[in-house]
């Protein structure tokens, strides 16, 4: 089963700010098979990437992913106050497991 | 906009069981695999349970495997999850995810808004 590892944990940005989170995998993500959620408090994930770079619908192209193999990145490049957030990056290629998210807030 | 609205959390005892439901709409359920993701209280998400388009194949986590058994019947447009010898870990929001496709590989591409398995005496 691949582990996936995110950092950092907590990162404390202001509005405006670039945001970078990475997600870590213990063996190679086959064909990309990596996505990204959004989730806000009380509320449901929301898909944002897959394929690692693709947008999901309706997702601002100030998202973006990238990486292959083990090593992932979502870039959000100035936050804007709906962005602040936890963000759970997923392999679903094989055993569907989740990263223990990131935790996107306000500085 | 796909709609899947979740229904059947609630308090049980420890040993008990519940059955979970989620209704679809607004898209052909039966073209799609369909998953179960908890989430323990302050925690990340958790895969729980998937079923293919047709039903014909279910996977589970460890964590479940012989306790949870995921199903769904596709005249109505319904998924469900039996959950049997309930434990307090097993404490969590439950949602009902759409993948995106009809079997492996797929991503979660909707959520439904969750239901609350509370597991305590």
């Known amino acids: 089963e691949i582990v996936l590892t995110q950092s950092p944990g907590t990162l404390s940005l202001s509005p405006g700010e670039r945001a970078t989170l990475f997600c870590r995998a213990s063996q190679s993500v086959s064909s990309g098979y990596l996505a990204w959620y959004q989730q806000k408090p009380g509320q449901a994930p929301r898909l944002l990437m897959y394929g690692a770079s693709s947008r999901a619908t309706g997702i601002p192209d100030r998202f973006s992913g990238s990486g292959s193999g083990t090593d992932f990145t979502l870039t959000i490049s100035r936050l804007e106050p709906e962005d602040f957030a936890v963000y759970y990056c997923?392999?679903?290629?094989?055993?569907?497991?989740f990263g223990q998210g990131t935790k996107v807030e306000i500085k | 906009e796909v709609q899947l609205l979740e229904s059947g959390g609630g308090l049980v005892q420890p040993g008990g069981s519940l059955r979970l439901s989620c209704a679809a709409s607004r898209f052909t359920f039966s073209n799609y695999a369909m998953s179960w993701v908890r989430q323990a209280p302050g925690k990340g998400l958790e895969w729980v349970s998937a079923?293919?388009?047709?039903?014909?194949?279910?996977y589970s986590a460890d964590s479940v495997k012989g306790r949870f058994t995921i199903s769904r019947d596709n005249s109505e447009n319904t998924l469900f999850l039996q959950m049997n010898s309930l434990r307090a870990e097993d404490t969590a929001v439950y949602y009902c995810?759409?993948?995106?496709?009809?079997?492996?590989?797929?991503?979660?591409?909707?959520w439904g808004q969750g239901t609350l398995v509370t597991v305590s005496s």
């Open positions: 997923q392999h679903y290629g094989g055993s569907r497991t």
């Open positions: 079923i293919t388009d047709s039903g014909g194949d279910t």
């Open positions: 995810a759409k993948g995106s496709a009809t079997s492996r590989p797929y991503y979660f591409d909707s």
